[in-house]
């Protein structure tokens, strides 16, 4: 069973940045995406940013789009996501997620994101 651990979160002011960190279980080879979501309290489960392991190819959710960047240390088998001018709404559990290697889709099919680790928690205040 593959797994996710996510770390990095805070608590910081709107305008300032934070990195947040994922390490799968498994190497990349065994991936076909890694990416990120968060839900905020009452709300949703929403995509954030998606990476494509063989392309590098990147996906980001328009709100966050020039603000968040995802990306990887392939020797670290980490993957990153730099979230700089933080705004109050970008509060939430974000977790880390990832679709197998035999996923037939695209790193923008959300949904076959099918393995999410515990969550770090991001606070932003105004």
């Not at 392991?53 to 980490?78: M, P």
């Not at 109050?88 to 099918?114: K, P, R």
Request: charged share 20%; with cysteine.
């Amino acid at each position: 069973q593959e797994h996710l651990v996510e770390s990095g979160g805070g608590s910081v002011q709107a305008g300032e940045s934070l990195r947040l960190t994922c390490v799968p279980s498994s190497e990349f080879s065994k991936w076909k995406c890694l990416g990120w979501f968060r839900q905020a309290p009452g709300k949703e489960r929403e995509e954030v940013a998606g990476l494509e392991i063989a392309g590098s190819r990147t996906y980001y959710k328009d709100s966050v789009n020039g603000r968040f960047t995802i990306s990887r240390d392939n020797a670290k088998n980490t993957v990153y996501l730099q979230m700089n001018n933080l705004k109050s709404e970008d509060t939430a559990m974000y977790y880390c997620a990832g679709a197998g290697a035999l996923s037939v889709f695209g790193c923008d099919a959300w949904w076959t994101y099918n393995y999410r680790g515990q969550g770090a928690q991001v606070t932003v205040s105004s």
